[in-house]
């Protein structure tokens, strides 16, 4: 393979980047590569912070003992930095590149995939931990896969405290276990993640050696502090910028330019009346569109950014500036459904990103936000209109304005609303005392021009002005430091046990925002046409048609939107019901029983959507993208056969819904279906000409994307099914999965064994055992401990050969299944109901674990109990490879016990179902607790981790084996 050196980084950086590396990024890398990561990087805003990326992933590839396999930043905000996926991209182009222009990132490409025990494994996979959505863990493909994560505190936060907001109880150990090992956390503007920090600090450094063999469960993970806020902390290690990088002609530029702002106070009125503070937020909005438009009229403006600190004011001004046509206007917030952000962010990088040219000729673009692009944006403005914060939230926004230096003529306010200003003034919900302070401070260092007072927010100006500053009024001027308890033992016990969690169960948001923080907690809402509102606690059949109709389009997080749980539950009444989707599908729940990070399904008719943000008055149906976002996600053709899910170029000959049961109705019904499905094929040679379809004009880009592939598969890879919902029966098309697209695999229990390929049991158990023993291997485990992961993984689906079970997979066929050799996977990819009816044909009891009869069947035979080195270990991840046992294993009893045998490794098992009472289910939560002290929290997370991953890599493309085969 060929070798790296540090030198070769400069051309790295060429090819992902198309610019040379700054002096700093040179010397960083050197000085990562001698000594490690330091724990402080003092850089400010506009000098390419976001490239440490580049820098960790080259040095990954030039040293991979000593690299990270996973690189994460976390930015305490409602979204992720949305840039840091653009980066990707380009650094995920470069290495996937044939230019052989190109050869360094080749070499680099090389590396990483060698890394990988996947002999398909790509060369780096892109994260976005945006919000969790039940069953959609796409993001954690193999624990050895190197791959860019970007997080907000929360999401990534409470995974690690095994709570993961969204995360279904199932799954809570494998993000744990994860994501405390073999990462790199970048904590960018730290000082607004102190009480993260702690907690990090807590568990990297407290309970490092808790854990008797803690050392055996692979590399921790490390933490650097990035702040763009000059001086940082004094008695920290601190890696600054050096005179070399002031020297730089381009670094020189950016850091000398001017960033001259006016102070002006807008007047309103001082009132806790919400009416009074809507006039006020509406005073502010007409404003900072008057200064928009000075801005266009008055300096030629063409990029102007116009940021406040609420979403309702981010939502008036866009509603103004569309109604002034001064041009195009964009808003994006927090609150944005990705699916929506996506084509918003593609104009941003063609209207202001950085090094886009703003000249005269071309219509002005305005970007309304909030603090979602304060950190991190690479955007450029050469006007901005803001309202005033905290210091440093204000010179991540002026880190915006003018950002290179290069715009000749610039022009920038900051407002003040008069009651939020001056000593009697309350506390901002966000910002605090820091508010008026920072205008207090403004004044005072204000140059007066005329009238106007002014501001430089260039950085080397605001360097010299904070040198004078006392250090007490400087920490008066940011958001008070949230300080997180004591992480003690016990908080640590009763997270660790995630299925059932305890109660009381500590809510961890106390450890990711501190004992004083009062931010608003989200939900994740996602828009269905076909789900009916549940006026009512829903029975019997408008349940069913519910969960049917969001069980053929599992929800993902692009079509997510993030809403703050206590107005999205004034939104939909208090004393009203709502669908919520969890890991066993979809249930109806009271509204004010919701809890933070649910997954909310809102029928599309409601409204709620205005632009693509959150807004509960906006009352429009909103766009149900479901089909649209799976396809982009994974690559999966599904399409529902509906009017009120198609675009109307779509809806012409669609078959009418129907109640009928005859057979002969049906049938003709089916031949419309059939009709239109054709019809929709022969539509693909007209894509490119999408006009002609309908009066409704062009399908988008994504609807293009999905009829092309739906197309262009053969007919024996579709599949035309039909279900029962609120209007009738409908049809439903499913396209099997391309060569090369993996299955949809989740170790969650309604789906796990239902993938839509069969796989013998004897070929699936020895594909797991493959996998988990060579992603130990790669972990660096002991070759004794990775070997009982091995063996783990050869037992752990032993119990599917009860002849019920086996039934089941074949859709509840006693007859054929006591005929056929043993299967793992079933063919069907069945609806909740048709596996429900399988279940009650086959007799498997409802509620049995096959785990469970697996683990019997491991403690019956003394042959393969001599196979292990740590038989406590194998029991435990033989029994909790479906998140089960992590204390508690379910109790339920076999009514009618069943005598299971099967040969594995030429060794013979044989067991009654009878065994699994109380006293061997009490045994897993002793057997649980003592392998917690064994190998600590987190330690024993990642090795089920890396038995459960190699379970869902075996089951995603079966017969496919690692690299390296366990010896």
Same mark, same amino acid.
């Given at each position: 393979?060929?070798?790296?050196?540090?030198?070769?980084?400069?051309? =790295?950086?060429?090819?992902?980047?198309?610019?040379?590396?700054?002096?700093?990024?040179?010397?960083?890398?050197?000085?990562?590569?001698?000594?490690?990561?330091?724990?402080?990087?003092?850089?400010?805003?506009?000098?390419?912070?976001?490239?440490?990326?580049?820098?960790?992933?080259?040095?990954?590839?030039?040293?991979?003992?000593?690299? =990270?396999?996973? @690189?994460?930043?976390?930015?305490?905000?409602?979204?992720?930095?949305?840039?840091?996926?653009?980066?990707?991209?380009?650094?995920?182009?470069?290495?996937?590149?044939?230019?052989?222009?190109?050869?360094?990132?080749?070499?680099?490409?090389?590396?990483?995939?060698?890394?990988?025990?996947?002999?398909?494994?790509?060369?780096?996979?892109?994260?976005?931990?945006?919000?969790?959505?039940?069953?959609?863990?796409?993001?954690?493909?193999?624990?050895? #896969?190197?791959?860019?994560?970007?997080?907000?505190?929360?999401?990534?936060?409470?995974?690690?405290?095994?709570?993961?907001?969204?995360?279904?109880?199932?799954?809570?150990?494998?993000?744990?276990?994860?994501?405390?090992?073999?990462?790199?956390?970048?904590?960018?503007?730290?000082?607004?993640?102190?009480?993260f920090e702690e907690t990090l600090a807590q568990l990297e450094d407290r309970y490092a050696g808790w854990a008797a063999r803690g050392e055996d469960t692979g590399r921790r993970f490390g933490v650097v502090r990035m702040s763009a806020t000059p001086g940082g902390d004094p008695a920290r290690a601190r890696f600054v910028l050096d005179d070399d990088d002031r020297a730089h002609p381009e670094l020189e530029k950016r850091l000398n330019a001017?960033?001259?702002?006016?102070?002006? #106070?807008?007047?309103?009125?001082?009132?806790?009346?919400?009416?009074?503070?809507?006039?006020?937020?509406?005073?502010?909005?007409?404003?900072?569109?008057?200064?928009?438009?000075? &801005?266009?009229?008055?300096?030629?403006?063409?990029?102007?950014?116009?940021?406040?600190?609420?979403?309702?004011?981010?939502?008036?001004?866009?509603?103004?500036?569309?109604?002034?046509?001064?041009?195009?206007?964009?808003?994006?917030?927090?609150?944005?459904?990705?699916?929506?952000?996506?084509?918003?962010?593609?104009?941003?990088?063609?209207?202001?990103?950085?090094?886009?040219? *703003?000249?005269?000729?071309?219509?002005?673009?305005?970007?309304?936000?909030?603090?979602?692009?304060?950190?991190?944006?690479?955007?450029?403005?050469?006007?901005?209109?803001?309202?005033?914060?905290?210091?440093?939230?204000?010179?991540?926004?002026?880190?915006?304005?003018?950002?290179?230096?290069?715009?000749?003529?610039?022009?920038?306010?900051?407002?003040?609303?008069?009651?939020?200003?001056?000593?009697?003034?309350?506390?901002?919900?966000?910002?605090?005392?820091?508010?008026?302070?920072?205008?207090?401070?403004?004044?005072?260092?204000?140059?007066?021009?005329?009238?106007?007072?002014?501001?430089?927010?260039?950085?080397? &100006?605001?360097?010299?002005?904070?040198?004078?500053?006392?250090?007490?009024?400087?920490?008066?001027?940011?958001?008070?430091?949230?300080?997180?308890?004591?992480?003690?033992?016990?908080?640590?016990?009763?997270?660790?046990?995630?299925?059932?969690?305890?109660?009381?169960?500590?809510?961890?948001?106390?450890?990711? $925002?501190?004992?004083?923080?009062?931010?608003?907690?989200?939900?994740?809402?996602?828009?269905?046409?076909?789900?009916?509102?549940?006026?009512?606690?829903?029975?019997?059949?408008?349940?069913?048609?519910?969960?049917?109709?969001?069980?053929?389009?599992?929800?993902?997080?692009?079509?997510?939107?993030?809403?703050?749980?206590?107005?999205?539950?004034?939104? *939909?009444?208090?004393?009203?019901?709502?669908?919520?989707?969890?890991?066993?599908?979809?249930?109806?729940?009271?509204?004010?029983?919701?809890?933070?990070?649910?997954?909310?399904?809102?029928?599309?008719?409601?409204?709620?959507?205005?632009?693509?943000?959150?807004?509960?008055?906006?009352?429009?149906?909103?766009?149900?993208?479901?089909? #649209?976002?799976? =396809?982009?996600?994974?690559?999966?053709?599904?399409?529902?056969?509906?009017?009120?899910?198609?675009?109307?170029?779509?809806?012409?000959?669609?078959?009418?819904?129907?109640?009928?049961?005859?057979?002969?109705?049906?049938?003709?019904?089916?031949?419309?279906?059939?009709?239109?499905?054709?019809?929709?094929?022969?539509?693909?040679?007209?894509?490119?000409?999408?006009?002609?379809? %309908?009066?409704?004009?062009?399908?988008?880009?994504?609807?293009?994307?999905?009829?092309?592939? @739906?197309?262009?598969?053969?007919?024996?890879?579709?599949?035309?099914?039909?279900?029962?919902?609120?209007?009738?029966?409908?049809?439903r098309v499913v396209v099997e999965p391309t060569q090369g697209v993996a299955l949809e695999v989740s170790s969650e229990d309604a789906v796990s064994s239902f993938t839509g390929l069969e796989v013998s049991l004897k070929d699936h158990l020895e594909d797991v055992e493959a996998w988990a023993g060579e992603f130990a291997r790669q972990a660096g485990l002991p070759e004794a401990l990775a070997r009982d992961l091995a063996l783990a993984g050869?037992? $752990?689906?032993?119990?599917?050969?009860?002849?019920?079970?086996?039934?089941?997979?074949?859709?509840?066929?006693?007859?054929?299944?006591? %005929?056929?050799?043993?299967?793992?996977?079933?063919?069907?990819?069945?609806?909740?109901?048709?596996?429900?009816?399988?279940?009650?044909?086959?007799?498997?009891?409802?509620?049995?674990?096959?785990?469970?009869?697996?683990?019997? *069947?491991?403690?019956?035979?003394?042959?393969?109990?001599?196979?292990?080195?740590?038989?406590?270990?194998?029991?435990?991840?033989?029994?909790?490879?479906?998140?089960?046992?992590?204390?508690?294993?379910?109790?339920?009893?076999?009514?009618?016990?069943?005598?299971?045998?099967?040969?594995?490794?030429?060794?013979?098992?044989?067991?009654?179902?009878?065994?699994?009472?109380?006293?061997?289910?009490?045994?897993?939560?002793?057997?649980?607790?003592?392998?917690?002290?064994?190998?600590?929290? $987190?330690?024993?997370?990642?090795?089920?981790?890396?038995?459960?991953?190699?379970? $869902?890599?075996?089951?995603?493309?079966?017969?496919?084996?690692?690299?390296?085969?366990?010896?």
């Amino acid at each position: 393979m060929t070798a790296l050196r540090p030198e070769d980084f400069d051309a =790295f950086m060429r090819e992902v980047t198309g610019f040379e590396p700054f002096p700093w990024q040179r010397r960083l890398l050197r000085e990562v590569q001698a000594q490690g990561w330091p724990a402080l990087l003092d850089l400010p805003t506009g000098v390419g912070k976001t490239s440490v990326l580049l820098i960790a992933l080259f040095h990954l590839a030039m040293d991979p003992q000593r690299g =990270f396999r996973r @690189i994460a930043l976390v930015v305490d905000r409602r979204i992720i930095v949305d840039q840091v996926d653009g980066f990707a991209q380009k650094t995920l182009d470069a290495l996937n590149s044939a230019d052989p222009d190109k050869a360094i990132s080749a070499k680099v490409a090389e590396r990483l995939r060698a890394l990988s025990s996947d002999p398909e494994a790509a060369a780096l996979h892109v994260a976005h931990l945006r919000g969790g959505i039940p069953r959609d863990d796409s993001w954690i493909q193999a624990p050895d #896969q190197p791959t860019i994560i970007a997080s907000t505190v929360d999401q990534v936060g409470s995974r690690l405290l095994f709570r993961g907001y969204g995360v279904s109880e199932g799954m809570r150990p494998i993000h744990a276990g994860i994501l405390a090992r073999d990462t790199l956390y970048f904590l960018d503007e730290v000082h607004l993640a102190t009480a993260f920090e702690e907690t990090l600090a807590q568990l990297e450094d407290r309970y490092a050696g808790w854990a008797a063999r803690g050392e055996d469960t692979g590399r921790r993970f490390g933490v650097v502090r990035m702040s763009a806020t000059p001086g940082g902390d004094p008695a920290r290690a601190r890696f600054v910028l050096d005179d070399d990088d002031r020297a730089h002609p381009e670094l020189e530029k950016r850091l000398n330019a001017p960033r001259l702002a006016s102070l002006v #106070q807008v007047k309103t009125a001082r009132s806790k009346e919400p009416d009074a503070r809507a006039r006020n937020r509406e005073k502010l909005a007409l404003a900072a569109c008057q200064h928009a438009r000075q &801005a266009v009229q008055e300096r030629g403006a063409r990029g102007i950014g116009v940021v406040v600190n609420r979403v309702d004011t981010a939502r008036r001004i866009a509603a103004r500036l569309k109604a002034m046509k001064l041009g195009e206007v964009l808003l994006i917030t927090g609150r944005m459904r990705p699916f929506e952000r996506r084509a918003v962010e593609a104009e941003l990088a063609r209207s202001v990103a950085t090094g886009v040219r *703003l000249d005269q000729e071309r219509r002005p673009t305005f970007v309304v936000a909030t603090s979602c692009i304060e950190a991190g944006a690479d955007l450029d403005f050469d006007a901005l209109v803001t309202e005033v914060a905290s210091l440093d939230a204000l010179r991540q926004r002026f880190g915006r304005f003018n950002r290179l230096g290069r715009h000749e003529h610039t022009a920038a306010w900051v407002l003040g609303c008069s009651d939020q200003l001056g000593s009697k003034a309350a506390d901002d919900p966000i910002y605090g005392a820091a508010l008026r302070e920072t205008w207090a401070y403004l004044e005072e260092v204000a140059s007066s021009e005329g009238k106007a007072k002014v501001v430089d927010f260039g950085l080397s &100006a605001f360097e010299e002005l904070e040198k004078l500053e006392d250090p007490a009024r400087r920490e008066a001027l940011l958001p008070p430091r949230a300080e997180a308890p004591l992480l003690f033992p016990s908080y640590l016990d009763m997270w660790s046990e995630t299925r059932p969690a305890p109660y009381p169960d500590p809510d961890p948001a106390l450890w990711l $925002h501190g004992k004083r923080e009062h931010e608003e907690r989200d939900v994740q809402v996602v828009f269905r046409a076909d789900v009916p509102a549940p006026l009512a606690e829903p029975r019997g059949r408008e349940l069913e048609w519910a969960r049917e109709a969001v069980e053929f389009l599992p929800p993902v997080a692009e079509e997510a939107v993030s809403v703050p749980r206590r107005e999205l539950v004034d939104w *939909l009444g208090k004393q009203g019901f709502a669908w919520r989707w969890t890991a066993e599908g979809l249930e109806s729940v009271a509204v004010e029983t919701l809890g933070v990070g649910d997954t909310v399904v809102v029928p599309a008719g409601r409204g709620g959507l205005g632009s693509g943000t959150w807004d509960p008055a906006a009352s429009a149906a909103v766009e149900d993208v479901a089909e #649209q976002a799976l =396809f982009a996600l994974r690559g999966q053709a599904r399409l529902r056969i509906d009017a009120r899910c198609l675009p109307p170029a779509l809806r012409e000959g669609l078959p009418a819904p129907s109640r009928s049961g005859d057979p002969e109705a049906l049938e003709a019904a089916r031949e419309v279906a059939g009709r239109w499905l054709d019809g929709l094929v022969d539509l693909v040679d007209l894509v490119e000409r999408a006009p002609a379809l %309908g009066e409704a004009g062009e399908l988008s880009a994504s609807w293009r994307a999905l009829l092309t592939a @739906i197309g262009e598969s053969t007919p024996e890879a579709r599949a035309l099914t039909i279900a029962e919902g609120e209007e009738g029966l409908v049809w439903r098309v499913v396209v099997e999965p391309t060569q090369g697209v993996a299955l949809e695999v989740s170790s969650e229990d309604a789906v796990s064994s239902f993938t839509g390929l069969e796989v013998s049991l004897k070929d699936h158990l020895e594909d797991v055992e493959a996998w988990a023993g060579e992603f130990a291997r790669q972990a660096g485990l002991p070759e004794a401990l990775a070997r009982d992961l091995a063996l783990a993984g050869l037992l $752990h689906d032993l119990g599917k050969a009860d002849p019920r079970f086996q039934a089941l997979l074949r859709g509840g066929d006693l007859i054929r299944a006591a %005929g056929s050799g043993l299967l793992a996977k079933s063919q069907q990819f069945g609806s909740r109901s048709e596996r429900a009816r399988a279940q009650a044909r086959s007799g498997w009891p409802l509620g049995l674990r096959h785990e469970l009869v697996s683990l019997a *069947l491991l403690d019956a035979s003394e042959a393969l109990q001599q196979k292990a080195s740590d038989l406590e270990l194998v029991r435990h991840l033989v029994a909790s490879h479906h998140g089960w046992c992590r204390p508690w294993a379910p109790t339920t009893r076999d009514p009618k016990p069943q005598r299971v045998r099967v040969e594995v490794a030429g060794i013979t098992a044989e067991v009654s179902t009878a065994a699994l009472d109380d006293a061997f289910t009490s045994a897993c939560a002793a057997r649980f607790r003592r392998l917690c002290r064994r190998y600590g929290w $987190h330690g024993l997370a990642y090795l089920e981790a890396l038995l459960r991953l190699g379970d $869902h890599r075996a089951s995603a493309r079966p017969t496919l084996r690692p690299k390296k085969e366990p010896s």
